[in-house]
């Protein structure tokens, strides 16, 4: 381009006069010095401009890379845990771990039900205290941890269906118990919050159970599973919500609820100090999921879902031994509680 502009340049130095005045007669004379000199000019001229665009387009492409990739340093930077939280984390699977190994090393019979319960909310206090200190939240902010424990209805025994009932949350009035799959069910004695050193049961729940459905879709597709705890057990995958006060619009305009369940919804998240909560299913691959592990806190956003909703994902990934650790326990107690019903009968 550098070249054909010189040329040109040289041209109509030299000839000026044959230039301006081949102007007007021009024609389609290819090898006079005018058309070598426009020629060399208009080629100059139409590879500068694209050159230009090719310069441009690879300024614009280095920009929009400069771009992502700072992008993905800030996304980065938001998901990433504290400094110590990694260590944090290790310290509790190593002190769950021995639990765990003094418990499968004493006999069932000889395990009392209140020492399995404890030792399971000093990993729940844990786990809270781990999502406290991964949302760096203020020191007076609450997070709590709880598990629900999954009753199949081909185990409902008929004195068990009115004290169901009465505790299941989340449903129509009249809805048939054995036409469920089953109920999550909440256990006081397997909860505990944030406390630091608390091995007590979280003093702010209630006893309430959650229906899970038979049919999980209706005839167009449309959700009847809860979010939360019901979804995380039918999906086997964490479900998170960030901020409470949405989840009955959900049911309203994006689930197979009716009306009573909407309101029920409304009306319980209203009057709850938690705002946001995540559940994550507990269970062996190739299994269904015995229990569903929920953590909570008293303010949107929980394990940072309000500034990048990936965020979560690190925490999920991180604790997933934590988890395990859990359902060995779950396990044991429900070997101490069928040889505790074994004994009674």
């Not at 599973?225 to 949405?246: C, E, K, N, S």
Request: net charge negative; charged share 25%.
């Amino acid at each position: 381009m550098t070249l054909i502009l010189i040329v040109a340049g040289l041209l109509g130095s030299l000839y000026p006069d044959d230039i301006k005045g081949a102007i007007p007669r021009l024609g389609f004379k290819p090898f006079t010095r005018a058309v070598i000199f426009w020629g060399t000019a208009l080629i100059g001229a139409l590879m500068f401009y694209v050159r230009q665009r090719a310069s441009d387009h690879a300024r614009a492409a280095s920009e929009r890379r400069l771009t992502d990739r700072a992008k993905e340093l800030g996304t980065l930077i938001t998901t990433m845990p504290p400094a110590d939280f990694l260590s944090r984390c290790q310290t509790l699977h190593w002190e769950s771990s021995a639990a765990v190994n003094e418990l499968l090393k004493t006999p069932v019979d000889q395990m009392p039900r209140g020492e399995i319960e404890r030792t399971i909310r000093v990993l729940l206090n844990g786990v809270a205290m781990l999502a406290h200190h991964f949302d760096a939240a203020r020191s007076d902010s609450h997070y709590a941890a709880n598990l629900m424990i999954f009753v199949a209805s081909e185990s409902f025994e008929s004195m068990q269906l009115p004290i169901l009932r009465a505790k299941l949350f989340f449903a129509e009035p009249d809805v048939d118990l054995l036409s469920l799959a089953g109920v999550l069910d909440l256990n006081l004695m397997l909860s505990a919050t944030s406390e630091p050193g608390n091995d007590a049961s979280d003093p702010e729940l209630q006893p309430f159970a959650l229906p899970v459905p038979s049919k999980t879709e209706s005839d167009l597709g449309i959700s009847r599973v809860l979010p939360g705890a019901p979804r995380a057990f039918v999906q086997r995958a964490p479900d998170i919500y960030r901020d409470t006060m949405t989840l009955a619009d959900w049911c309203q305009n994006e689930g197979d609820f009716g009306k009573s369940v909407t309101r029920q919804v409304r009306e319980y998240f209203t009057n709850r100090q938690f705002r946001s909560f995540v559940s994550l299913p507990l269970y062996w691959p190739d299994k269904i999921p015995i229990a569903v592990l929920n953590i909570h806190r008293d303010a949107p956003g929980i394990l940072r879902s309000d500034a990048n909703p990936e965020s979560s994902k690190h925490f999920i990934d991180v604790t997933a031994p934590l988890r395990t650790v859990l359902l060995t326990l779950v396990e044991r107690l429900f070997e101490r509680e069928r040889l505790d019903s074994a004994l009674e009968t």
